[in-house]
């Protein structure tokens, strides 16, 4: 009898011990499966974003280069979404902008499903008519979303003070940067390697706009915008703070409110240099 007890103590106490370690590693073996599961929502994520979204927002989401179906380079028309104003802090700058309340998840998943009034961007969800389920939305979102990694948020994007009027801009003399007469065909190129055109359309083709008002008359045009404003001061502040005015006619339609325009420009330009500016606006409105 006393060799059961002894027995039975004996198993107890292995039992308990055993259990005990379980429980122990418990939270290990979940972490190791919720990071498994992660990776293989994100990689089913990249997969659907190389499939479906690569033709407008390029190369690991840069909007800097972009192939159509038969691998023919052509202009992106998306926003770049491997960007600091989109995927780094609780709050990014494109939230912001947009006016969106709520978390950054929610707003990749809700732009996903539900697309952009307003631009190119279609709806990808089957609820709003899209070819994806809830799931492979979230999935592309999840891909997006691990953008934001420790090392790449913590490059905050370089600034520059950029004057409040145009002229001050023309004739500006500091440390770091000297103006100089603005060169016309590399605001050309500039035109096109910012991106420009995919919005705004050849200013040599009216009608070539596919988003954004056509810009080949905004040397007269922009005059007219705002009162007392010359046509470079309206595009200047256009370029660098989109919302501060909406043109009333795009290619779809009014202009929306806030802009579809990208935000980020007066830190794309600045991390280059503001000459670049300088260069378009000569380009656009002449010197």
């Known amino acids: 009898m006393q060799v059961k007890v002894v027995i039975g103590t004996i198993a107890f106490m292995l039992t308990m011990i055993i259990l005990g370690y379980a429980a ?3 939270p290990e073996r979940l972490g190791h499966f919720t990071a498994a599961r992660e990776g293989r929502t994100i990689e089913t994520g990249a997969k659907l974003y190389t499939d479906n979204c690569a033709t407008c927002h390029g190369v690991d989401g840069k909007a800097e280069e972009c192939y159509d179906a038969a691998g023919n380079s052509i ?6 979404l491997n960007s600091y104003f989109l995927v780094c802090g609780d709050a990014p700058a494109r939230l912001e902008q947009t006016r969106f309340e709520g978390t950054k998840q929610q707003f990749v998943e809700r732009t996903i499903a539900a697309g952009r009034s307003g631009t190119v961007m279609p709806a990808w969800s089957g609820r709003y008519g899209g070819p994806m389920r809830d799931d492979q939305v979230q999935n592309v979102a999840a891909f997006v979303l691990n953008f934001a990694n420790e090392e790449f948020c913590a490059q905050e994007p370089i600034t520059f003070d950029w004057p409040e009027s145009v002229d001050d801009l023309l004739v500006l003399e500091t440390d ?3 103006a100089t007469p603005g060169d016309a065909e590399n605001g050309a190129a500039l035109y096109a390697s910012y991106g420009c055109n995919a919005c705004h359309g050849n ?7 596919q988003i954004g008002p056509w810009l080949g008359e905004i040397a007269e045009v922009g005059a007219t915008r705002v009162e007392g404003q010359t046509a470079a001061q309206y595009v ?3 370029v660098l703070y989109p919302n501060n005015h909406i043109a009333p006619d795009c290619a779809q339609g009014p202009c929306t409110n806030p802009s579809a325009m990208r935000a980020d420009y007066a830190f794309a330009i600045a991390g280059n240099t503001p000459q670049d500016l300088i260069d378009l606006l000569a380009y656009l409105v002449g010197q």
């Not at 202009?75 to 770049?80: E, H, K």
């Not at 200013?203 to 706009?209: F, M, Y």
């Open 24 to 26: 122990l590693r418990e």
């Open 75 to 80: 202009t992106c028309q998306g926003l770049p």
């Open 176 to 178: 770091d940067f000297v």
């Open 203 to 209: 200013v040599d083709e009216a009608g070539s706009n």
């Open 236 to 238: 200047y502040e256009s």
